[in-house]
């Protein structure tokens, strides 16, 4: 258990539909991680979050947008859902300090089925 | 511009020795990280480099090579838990991540 947790484990929506992923990052890390991960496919790095400001941007489509609140939880919301948005979505977190991205802590993901 | 390579598949027997080699090109530089991930599991952390050299943990070890922009992932003893996905990931402006090495190991 990584201390991370990510709700839902699993949401099964229809094409068209908006939905939004939850991340609660471990005690004490500042920075949060949001990627998408396609069947068989690697990590697809979408956007870090850094005490609540955005830190850094990856392949994030304008469909999707991501939060981090003051309590650090984050939040990634998927809207206009595309069949191709079907994956495993995980949410990472590190501790603070220059070049801590380099060991992140994942979550059990959130796997997205769209219909 | 920034880019990872690594095998796409590996095949070991149990109770060898393998090796995963990721070469990398990035804008700054600050280290080569290691992740394993098993099928619907989540990425674990397995080692970072910021130096030169050979880090070891257990059975794993991991290396890099700074001058060129290369590393490896050294497997020992493996057993039949350690067939997975590996990935790379280079610290630079950000982290930029390896497409992953499927490590299949046959008794």
């Known amino acids: 258990d990584s201390g991370v947790t990510q709700t839902p484990k699993h949401l099964i929506t229809a094409t068209g539909q908006r939905v939004t992923l939850r991340c609660s990052p471990r005690?004490?890390?500042?920075?949060v991680y949001w990627y998408q991960q396609s069947l068989d496919q690697g990590l697809q790095f979408l956007i870090q979050y850094y005490n609540g400001e955005e830190r850094a941007k990856g392949n994030i489509l304008e469909r999707f947008s991501a939060q981090q609140f003051p309590d650090l939880h984050s939040e990634l919301n998927l809207s206009s859902l595309e069949l191709g948005d079907s994956a495993l979505y995980f949410c990472a977190s590190s501790p603070p300090g220059q070049s801590s991205y380099n060991e992140q802590f994942f979550g059990p993901g959130t796997r997205l089925t769209v219909l | 511009g920034q880019s990872l390579e690594q095998p796409s598949e590996v095949t070991a027997v149990e109770g060898a020795i393998v090796q995963i080699n990721c070469t990398y090109q990035?804008?700054?530089?600050?280290?080569l990280s290691w992740y394993q991930q098993h099928d619907g599991g989540a990425p674990t952390f397995l080692s970072y480099?910021?130096l030169d050299g050979l880090e070891e943990t257990g059975r794993f070890s991991s290396f890099l090579s700074r001058s060129d922009s290369y590393g490896y992932l050294l497997l020992q003893e493996l057993q039949m838990k350690d067939s997975a996905s590996y990935f790379c990931?280079?610290?630079?402006?950000?982290?930029?991540w390896g497409a992953g090495t499927k490590l299949i190991i046959k008794p």
């Open positions: 005690s004490g890390d500042l920075s």
């Open positions: 990035t804008s700054g530089f600050y280290g």
């Open positions: 480099n910021a």
């Open positions: 990931a280079v610290g630079g402006d950000q982290l930029i």
